[in-house]
């Protein structure tokens, strides 16, 4: 167990609908990254949140945007939903120290867009 | 694009050494080899790092070559439970909290 939570589990949406994942980071972490990953690839990186602020963004659309609290636990918003939203979304928390901090992921929420 | 090139699938007897490797010819001096294991449908799991000399931990052994272009890593008495997608992963970058960079990975399944 890493100490990072995710919720919900699983969702289901329609195509142009509206989601928000949840993130909870490990005690003393500050840092948390979001990854998407679809069927049968490895995870990709969508954003990271760095002390409240966004730290980072890989290649997805505005569409995908996302919030970090005082507490550090995070927030990950998509919206106008399409069907290849449809994946696993994970959230990795780290201390956001030094370049050889380490990651530890969450569970993962399932997201089916239908 | 992933800075790697993994084996897509392997087998081990249980009980054996499993050992996967890792090419990433590319690297620089700055960047550092991670591992992580994904079990099915859950989070990825941290295993073990280096930057060039040999890593031990409790999960597993990270051996680099001396040139830094390829790794292996070790799992010494695997078991069904090891049975996971293996991501080798070059940090890129050189400072701050840099994203990982996932290829596809080594299926590794362990067999009784």
């Known amino acids: 167990e890493t100490g990072v939570t995710q919720s919900p589990t699983h969702l289901i949406k329609t195509r142009g609908q509206q989601v928000t994942l949840r993130c909870s980071s490990q005690?003393?972490?500050?840092?948390v990254s979001w990854y998407q990953q679809a069927l049968g690839q490895g995870p990709q990186f969508i954003f990271q949140?760095?002390?409240?602020?966004?730290?980072g963004r890989g290649n997805f659309p505005p569409r995908f945007s996302g919030l970090q609290f005082p507490n550090y636990s995070s927030e990950l918003n998509v919206n106008a939903l399409e069907l290849d939203d449809s994946a696993l979304y994970l959230c990795?928390?780290?201390?956001?120290?030094?370049?050889?901090?380490?990651?530890?992921f969450g569970p993962g929420t399932r997201l089916t867009v239908l | 694009d992933a800075k790697t090139t993994q084996p897509t699938s392997m087998d081990c007897a249980e009980g054996r050494a499993a050992n996967l490797p890792c090419n990433h010819s590319?690297?620089?001096?700055?960047?550092?080899v991670y591992w992580y294991r994904q079990i099915h449908s859950q989070g990825p799991q941290y295993i073990i790092h280096?930057?060039?000399n040999n890593e031990t931990n409790e999960m597993a052994s990270l051996i680099i070559t001396e040139d830094r272009k390829s790794s292996t890593l070790i799992l010494p008495h695997a078991t069904l439970r090891d049975t996971a997608v293996y991501y080798c992963i070059v940090r890129v970058g050189v400072s701050g909290n840099t994203p990982l960079v996932f290829g596809k990975g080594t299926r590794l399944s362990v067999i009784a």
């Open positions: 280096g930057l060039k």
């Open positions: 990795a928390s780290s201390v956001g120290q030094g370049f050889t901090d380490t990651q530890y």
């Open positions: 949140y760095y002390r409240e602020e966004e730290n």
């Open positions: 005690s003393g972490h500050n840092t």
């Open positions: 590319t690297i620089s001096g700055n960047e550092y």
